[in-house]
């Protein structure tokens, strides 16, 4: 069965520092990968997606995220954090038999000061 | 921006009572889904539809109902509302095309059944 983890409840990080957030995921054949985001009293939102080619895949506000084969890994990041990137983080991988997105069980980002 | 809206954004009900939630979009999406998330939580799928008249059941069980009698329109009602159907509902909704389709999702409704 397709699934996604994501290790960490939450992750602190001061304004202007480097953010990763983590997911691993365990498929059958080629993922297809995503991260959505979202912020209080908002409806998800789409940052980036991961199908084929570069390993290295640049999102909306700046974040980015590196696909690992060998780590079964799909990391969130960004090289300078800010305060408004507060959110809810949520790493998927479209499960290739139905179609469906699976959703990791999401990471609060915390950015103070 | 995306075009996929829910109603209301807020609901308090008492137990037992007949709840519809819409969804409606406007960017002729063939396939739409139904999430439930509670706080901070992760989305568990309770419904989706690929078209017209198509209905799926998702992972999560869920004793709510779904229709999709045109392409824009994908409401969930739930007949007795109970205290354990408290959580947010979240709708979502895709085009049909390449593998690495995005959602996008409605602000979601909060319910909460007394």
Known sequence: ?113 | EADIYQTPRYLVIGTGKKITLECSQTMGHDKMYWYQQDPGMELHLIHYSYGVNSTEKGDLSSESTVSRIRTEHFPLTLESARPSHTSQYLCASSDTGAAGEKLFFGSGTQLSVL
């Open chain 1, 1 to 113: 069965a397709q699934s996604v983890a994501q290790p960490e409840d939450q992750v602190n990080v001061a304004e202007g520092n480097p953010l990763t957030v983590k997911c691993t995921y365990s498929v059958s054949g080629n993922p297809y990968l995503f991260w959505y985001v979202q912020y209080p009293n908002r409806g998800l939102q789409f940052l980036l997606k991961y199908i084929t080619g570069d390993n290295l895949v640049k999102g909306s506000y700046g974040f980015e995220a590196e696909f690992n084969k060998s780590q079964t890994s799909f990391h969130l990041k960004k090289p300078s954090a800010l305060v408004s990137d507060s959110a809810l983080y949520f790493c998927a991988v479209r499960d290739i038999n139905t179609g469906k997105l699976i959703f990791g069980q999401g990471t609060t980002l915390q950015v103070k000061p």
